[in-house]
């Protein structure tokens, strides 16, 4: 058992020093040599165990965000929610082979060196993706038609605060103060959009004066449970007194964000410009993580 151990841990050192010499592929992803180094002072609340553990975390944080091509791409976002998602979604999911070395102690003080592969074109495929779909999202909060407070369209979330954890169920609820014709869209952190109504719930195209209707409870046909990737996300109604023309309607349930989004401000303003403003939309934006990124997030806070 002995020998097994130590050829094992041969094998990995050989591994990592091939990584620094040359990219290695695991499956499609190219994986590059990393270092990283976090420090931890613990507090009277702590102990040298909470100090190691936050050192090892923010070791990983720093393995990520300082390798040099993805320190550029990183630089150029201004986000900071944003960039350190995508750090921290990278940190728990896209290093691989990690050799840790002795914790230094200084005091109260623990820092830690770790040397790992990274999956760098993962990282900036994720970090790409998140800055697309904040832009779909800042794009559909802005209002294309007028939307007075008088309309009384109103749309709000299972979760008042509108955080997701994967494996969470997702609820959107929707109100009306006039019988009107419904479209519903929720825009996902992968690029898609699910048109909810009328496509998925053709039942409740229409909505009743006074009711709130919830889609993707218990009670509900298709239900939403929360799951890769996470990230920003928008939930988008759209009511009219008259059903919706061709401009604003699709007969696929799922399709491209981006393209759907053009196709909806187009549509909107072809009502705009006919003159008509009885149409009011309305949206609620939410936030989904990984299980795994939570449990980091909270391992640092605490």
């Keep these: ?49 909470d100090a190691e553990k936050k050192a090892k975390l923010e070791a990983r944080e720093e393995a990520v965000s300082s390798h040099s091509v993805l320190v550029e791409a990183f630089t150029e976002v201004e986000n900071f929610q944003l960039k350190n998602d995508s750090i921290q979604t990278a940190a728990v999911g896209m290093l691989h082979a990690l050799q840790w070395g002795d914790v230094d102690w200084q005091g109260r003080k623990a820092c830690i ?6 999956e760098v074109d993962s990282v900036k495929n994720e970090l790409e993706r998140r800055i697309q779909q904040k832009k779909i999202k800042d794009d559909l909060a802005s209002s294309t038609l007028t939307t007075e407070a008088s309309s009384g369209l109103q749309i709000w979330l299972n979760k008042a605060d509108g955080q997701y954890v994967e494996d969470e169920q997702l609820e959107v609820h929707v109100k009306s103060n006039r019988d009107v014709y419904l479209k519903l869209d929720y825009f996902q952190a992968d690029g898609t959009v699910v048109h ?84 009011f939309e309305a949206s609620v934006p939410l936030y989904t993580i990984s299980r795994k990124v939570q449990e980091h997030q909270q391992a640092l806070q605490e």
């Design 1 to 49: 058992m002995k020998k097994t151990g130590t050829c094992a841990g041969i094998m990995l050192i050989v591994t990592t020093l091939l990584g620094i010499l040359f990219p290695l592929q695991i499956g499609a992803k190219t994986l590059e040599s990393v270092q990283g180094r976090g420090c931890h002072t613990y507090s009277d609340d702590e102990t040298p165990n």
């Design 113 to 118: 060196a770790l040397q790992a592969l990274l």
């Design 196 to 279: 909810m109504v009328p496509n998925m719930f053709g039942e409740r195209g229409f909505i009743r004066k006074g009711e709130t209707y919830i889609f993707g409870n218990d009670d509900s046909p298709e239900r939403f449970v929360i799951s890769p990737p996470f990230g920003e996300e928008i939930i988008k109604a759209v009511v009219s007194p008259r059903p919706f023309t061709d401009h604003l309607q699709t007969d696929q349930t799922i399709s491209q964000s981006r393209a759907y989004v053009d196709t909806l401000k187009n549509g909107l303003n072809k009502i705009r410009t006919r003159g008509l403003r009885d149409i």
